[in-house]
Nanobody
């Protein structure tokens, strides 16, 4: 059974950095696209960044200059490096995995793919 486990969230002051990790098991990681979504209170759950099996990346414009995504296929893990964090980055961050034949939607849709339980990122002033 597929399982995605996020880690690395926490609290940080504005301007700081965090790296969240998504460990994937129980599915073909080498054939999966993995994305990071986030949801802040009162906001929609939206795609922040995604990476395909060969390294092709998507990064939302709102974080393009501050966040970066990478994957380690030997560890079945995807990382989201978040620098210059702002208070508006405060959210629960979820990772999701989809087969590459499927499109990773801009809004969360848990009917498709596999999802982790989320990790809280809190940025204070």
């Amino acid at each position: 059974e597929a399982e995605l486990v996020e880690s690395g969230g926490g609290s940080v002051q504005a301007g700081g950095s965090l790296r969240v990790s998504c460990k994937v098991s129980g599915l073909s990681f080498d054939e999966s696209r993995v994305g990071w979504y986030r949801q802040a209170p009162g906001n929609e759950c939206q795609l922040v960044s995604a990476i395909g099996p060969t390294g092709a990346k998507f990064i939302d414009d709102s974080v393009r200059d501050r966040f970066s995504i990478s994957r380690d296929n030997s560890r079945n893990t995807v990382y989201l490096q978040m620098d210059s964090l702002k208070q508006e980055d405060t959210a629960v961050y979820y990772c999701a995995a989809l087969p590459t034949i499927m499109t990773m939607k801009r809004l969360c849709d848990r009917k498709f793919g596999y999802w982790g339980q989320g990790t809280q990122v809190t940025v204070s002033s």
